[in-house]
Nanobody
Framework: QVQLVESGGGLVQAGGSLRLSCAAS????????MGWFRQGPGKEREFVAA????????VYADSVKGRFTISRDNAKNTLFLEMNSLKPEDTAIYYC??????????????????WGQGTQVTVSS
């Protein structure tokens, strides 16, 4: 069992930056592919970014490519999402998730086995 806790959300002006963290406990993250998803007001949950256990492969949604960077520190059991050039449409609850397969990245939420409670990101125009 893996417990995930996100932090780092908040209110920021358009063009600003935030860095989200996801701290894991229960098991080492080095055995899991990790991902970030988000759910905006009135929208379905959508894929943002993912990273394999070794950090060798990362994948991004087109909407965040070039602005967001996913990374991880397995020694600290922590996942990160650096978000730059934020836009009002990035406003959402951001969730981190862990998938048992450490080698394969999926953009599909059902393929992830563990989820955090989410952290709110609000971008004002």
């Amino acid at each position: 069992q893996v417990q995930l806790v996100e932090s780092g959300g908040g209110l920021v002006q358009a063009g600003g930056s935030l860095r989200l963290s996801c701290a894991a406990s229960g098991r080492t993250l080095s055995s899991y592919t990790m991902g970030w998803f988000r759910q905006g007001p009135g929208k379905e949950r959508e894929f943002v970014a993912a990273i394999t256990a070794s950090s060798r492969t990362t994948v991004y949604a087109d909407s965040v490519k070039g602005r967001f960077t996913i990374s991880r520190d397995n020694a600290k059991n922590t996942l990160f999402l650096e978000m730059n050039s934020l836009k009002p449409e990035d406003t959402a609850i951001y969730y981190c998730a862990a998938a048992r397969n450490p080698y394969v990245i999926s953009k599909d939420a059902p393929r992830y086995d563990y989820w955090g409670q989410g952290t709110q990101v609000t971008v004002s125009s």
